[in-house]
């Protein structure tokens, strides 16, 4: 049935997500960048500042996958 997204958090400079069946999380920034790969159904990443946007892709374990929308980076 698909990836079920349990949360989404940005503060302080750190992206959390959590999903409830994922096996692979990216945050993806410009030009379909990949910033950080983890394996597992949660992950977390900290800006550096110099994204203008991030995306997360999850994906389980047959291979099916979900983006968020972009995280705008102030």
């Known amino acids: 049935t698909g990836i079920f ?3 989404l958090e940005y503060g302080k ?3 959390n997500v ?3 069946n994922g096996t692979l999380i990216q945050f993806i920034g410009q ?3 990949v910033l950080k790969t983890i394996e597992g159904k ?3 990443y900290e800006t ?3 994204e203008s946007y ?3 892709k999850i994906t ?3 291979d099916q996958c979900a983006w968020t929308q972009p995280v705008k980076i102030p």
């Open 5 to 7: 997204l349990n949360s």
């Open 18 to 20: 959590e999903s409830q």
């Open 13 to 15: 400079r750190v992206i």
């Open 54 to 56: 991030i995306r997360i």
């Open 60 to 62: 389980n374990h047959i």
């Open 42 to 44: 949660n992950g977390s």
């Open 31 to 33: 030009y379909g960048k």
């Open 48 to 50: 550096k500042g110099n």
